[in-house]
């Protein structure tokens, strides 16, 4: 059955890859262009299935970004004077490279486009590979890119290298030095690559909205505390802000650790907690001094208010408009553990006869689907355990770590991402690390006693001058 299943997913998933490409080779026909160009994009579509597992989705965006560029390219060539070499194709390795941070994909999208717009032009294998070569040096320029200031840099090193390009193509250095390099070929790729990164610049955030992804810009912008729920949360729940803050920091280091978008994973922490602003009071971090609300409550009713964080969580997500990605940490960072407090207690309070289910005291999932989730389900449990203790000694934060993480793992929390065995070492290794620092000890000085203060002080002062006095540990605030 599940055979069938996926064989009728292929069936469908070719038929419509099918449809388009024959759509596309008719157009291409009638518009006088090589029809090896839909056999290229066809290629690429088998290529990203069987390697990628993508989607016709994923295809389908792939294919608008390379239509952009055909459609400019052939604007360009029939209805202008413009140089081709103004042609700004290193913009669709940009996007690709920023929307996607797949260098692999960053790659094919720049082959098939420097392909592609050299046999509209002429099919000049020179043009080709010129571009090709900017194209590729700007999907490792703005690999990981945060900033305005990248872009600019990827079009400076874009236009560069293609210039180098031409001077390796040609071979004659005379050449280089006359005026007409100067022209024809300096000026024109230079500004290329400029052209290439204010396109993008212009762009990113349409495409970012059409294609629902997130970029490290995007990112950025939701880390800011300014956002009205982050600056909700911090007047309606501080406690949960503040443990958001801690929870973030631990994330975020654990997932660069094993090579995780640290990024996501911490603006992922910011917002995981968001549905506790509903019913702040009934969470231990908001409950100053009024005690615990739910010792006037059934085990049943708290499971209710507990449970009810993560679909409130979901609403307010919503209603504000975050990324889907964003919205996944809700519910999978608790994925379906077991709320034990509640859950013994209501074991303690059943009545003869009554059956007390576990599944019922379950999150409701999923579990985690990837390591940025699976990190946080961690780092939410072991900073809440690590603060409950008595005595924030190494050895002691090191014993909660492993034994909050050992149970996730035993209760097959981790199953459905791909964590390894290697990671969840090196996130045990680095939370205890964090957490030791942040509850570091810190040296007492004695009180000032009456009547001695001015004699001591002056004691102290001299021997501060005295050679053989030792320095003083600083303080650790």
């Given at each position: 059955m599940r055979n069938q299943e996926q064989n009728n997913f292929l069936i469908r998933n070719f038929g419509i890859a099918a449809g388009i490409l024959l759509a596309v080779g008719v157009l291409f026909y009638f518009s006088g262009f090589s029809l090896i160009i839909p056999l290229l994009l066809l290629i690429l579509g088998v290529h990203l299935y069987f390697f990628k597992k993508a989607t016709v989705r994923l295809f389908l965006q792939l294919g608008l970004l390379f239509a952009l560029l055909l459609t400019g390219t052939h604007a360009l060539v029939e209805y202008t004077t413009v140089p081709v070499l103004y042609i700004p194709v290193a913009a669709i390795a940009l996007l690709t490279m920023l929307l996607y941070n797949d260098l692999q994909l960053a790659f094919l999208m720049s082959f098939i486009s420097s392909v592609s717009v050299a046999l509209i032009v002429d099919g000049n294998i020179d043009l080709m590979l010129t571009f090709l070569v900017g194209s590729l040096v700007a999907a490792y320029t703005v690999k990981g890119a945060r900033t305005r200031g990248a872009m600019i840099n990827a079009g400076l090193f874009i236009g560069l290298i293609q210039v180098f390009s031409v001077i390796l193509l040609n071979g004659n250095m005379q050449f280089v030095l006359t005026k007409g390099f100067a022209f024809h070929y300096f000026r024109p790729l230079v500004i290329n690559g400029f052209v290439s990164a204010f396109v993008v610049i212009a762009t990113l955030k349409i495409f970012e909205s059409l294609f629902g992804v997130l970029t490290n810009f995007s990112l950025l912008e939701l880390s800011d505390f300014n956002h009205p729920l982050l600056k909700r949360m911090i007047l309606e729940a501080p406690g949960t802000y503040h443990h958001s803050l801690i929870v973030s920091n631990l994330a975020e280091t654990a997932a660069d650790t094993i090579g995780a978008n640290?990024?996501?994973?911490?603006?992922?922490?910011?917002?995981?907690?968001?549905?506790?602003?509903?019913?702040?009071?009934?969470?231990?971090?908001?409950?100053?001094?009024?005690?615990?609300?739910?010792?006037?409550?059934?085990?049943?009713?708290?499971?209710?208010?507990?449970?009810?964080?993560?679909?409130?969580?979901?609403?307010?997500?919503?209603?504000?408009?975050?990324?889907?990605?964003?919205?996944?940490?809700?519910?999978?960072?608790?994925?379906?553990?077991?709320?034990?407090?509640?859950?013994?207690?209501?074991?303690?309070?059943?009545?003869?006869?009554?059956?007390?289910?576990?599944?019922?005291?379950?999150?409701?999932?999923?579990?985690?689907?990837?390591?940025?989730?699976?990190?946080?389900?961690?780092?939410?449990?072991?900073?809440?355990?690590?603060?409950?203790?008595?005595?924030?000694?190494?050895?002691?934060?090191?014993?909660?770590?492993?034994?909050?993480?050992?149970?996730?793992?035993?209760?097959?929390?981790?199953?459905?991402?791909?964590?390894?065995?290697?990671?969840?070492?090196?996130?045990?290794?680095?939370?205890?690390?964090?957490?030791?620092?942040?509850?570091?000890?810190?040296?007492?000085?004695?009180?000032?006693?009456?009547?001695?203060?001015?004699?001591?002080?002056?004691?102290?002062?001299?021997?501060?001058?005295?050679?053989?006095?030792?320095?003083?540990?600083?303080?650790?605030?």
């Open positions: 640290a990024l996501l994973t911490r603006v992922g922490a910011y917002y995981h907690d968001i549905g506790k602003m509903i019913k702040p009071e009934y969470f231990t971090e908001n409950q100053l001094t009024e005690g615990n609300k739910h010792d006037q409550l059934e085990p049943s009713m708290s499971r209710l208010v507990i449970l009810n964080h993560i679909k409130e969580g979901v609403e307010l997500a919503q209603k504000y408009k975050l990324n889907p990605k964003i919205i996944d940490f809700i519910p999978q960072h608790h994925g379906t553990g077991l709320l034990y407090y509640f859950y013994q207690k209501a074991l303690e309070e059943a009545k003869e006869g009554e059956n007390i289910r576990e599944e019922n005291f379950r999150y409701p999932g999923p579990k985690p689907q990837s390591k940025e989730a699976a990190v946080l389900m961690l780092a939410d449990s072991v900073e809440g355990a690590t603060r409950a203790l008595d005595e924030h000694t190494p050895s002691k934060i090191d014993e909660v770590v492993r034994r909050i993480i050992n149970n996730k793992f035993i209760d097959g929390q981790l199953d459905e991402c791909d964590l390894t065995l290697k990671d969840i070492e090196m996130i045990s290794t680095t939370f205890t690390r964090v957490l030791s620092a942040m509850y570091h000890g810190r040296v007492k000085y004695p009180e000032k006693k009456n009547g001695n203060t001015g004699k001591k002080s002056a004691e102290k002062s001299s021997d501060k001058n005295s050679p053989n006095q030792p320095d003083r540990p600083e303080s650790s605030a």
